[in-house]
């Protein structure tokens, strides 16, 4: 059982077009993360989200977090070619005991020129 | 600031063979994160050491072990292994109590 379900799995768009990806879950989470991996690479953390209905932007990247905790959205703009890669969600169900990170299976996002 | 290093970056085993991998943190990182990634399953959460102790667990069987050290350097072991092994396995570094993960570029494992 996944707990938390991104979607979709694979976009392939042209140059300048926008996108959206969904992470839901049916968890409540402490916060929810947002990566970025290139082949043969780490993933990288671009941004965090802690409190219900928070949006933040990174220049052409925005995020939402859902009220509930539960869900969050990444909409990117006017994508471009350096854009493409593997974009995951996680979702930090923060205990006593310390973080523990859930990841969703992933967007693979091409970006063609 | 150096990043978190994980070696061998890529290996070869064969099934019922046993594997080690090495991780360094961040320097200041106390925590210490392990997932196992691969094209069906996605990243999932082997486990996390903080000061030297298991603090959280995945559902992976027995075969997979880690240890940290007093300097935070990790390693994680996995024993016997099964064609179904072979991943990409990453370790990552955080702060304490920030959940923030900073990974490393992972060490390949094949398994023939």
């Known amino acids: 059982t996944q707990l938390l379900e991104q979607s979709p799995q694979f976009l392939s768009i042209q140059e300048g077009e926008n996108l959206t990806v969904y992470c839901n879950s049916s968890?409540?989470?402490?916060?929810l993360q947002w990566y970025r991996q290139e082949p043969g690479e780490g993933p990288v953390l671009l941004v965090t989200v802690v409190t219900g209905g928070e949006v933040k932007k990174l220049k052409r990247l925005t995020f939402q977090f859902g009220d509930a905790r539960k869900d969050s959205s990444l909409h990117i703009t006017a994508a471009q070619p350096g854009d493409t890669g593997l974009y995951l969600c996680?979702?930090?169900?923060?205990?006593?005991?310390?973080?523990?990170?859930?990841f969703g299976q992933g967007t693979e996002l091409s970006v063609k020129p | 600031k150096a990043g978190v290093t994980q070696t061998p970056r890529y290996l070869i085993k064969t099934r019922g063979q046993q594997v080690t991998l090495s991780c360094s943190p961040i320097s200041g990182h106390r925590s210490v994160s392990w997932y196992q990634q691969t094209p069906g399953q996605g990243l999932q959460f082997l486990f996390e050491?903080?000061?030297?102790?298991?603090?959280n667990k995945g559902n992976f069987p027995g075969r997979f072990s880690g240890r940290q050290f007093s300097n935070s350097r990790s390693e994680m072991n996995v024993s016997t292994l099964e064609l179904g092994d072979s991943a990409l396995y990453l370790c990552a570094s955080s702060r304490e109590n920030t959940g923030e993960l900073f990974f490393g570029e992972g060490s390949r494992l094949t398994v023939l």
């Open positions: 968890s409540v989470f402490s916060s």
């Open positions: 996680a979702g930090d169900l923060r205990n006593n005991q310390g973080g523990k990170l859930i």
């Open positions: 050491y903080f000061s030297e102790t298991q603090r």
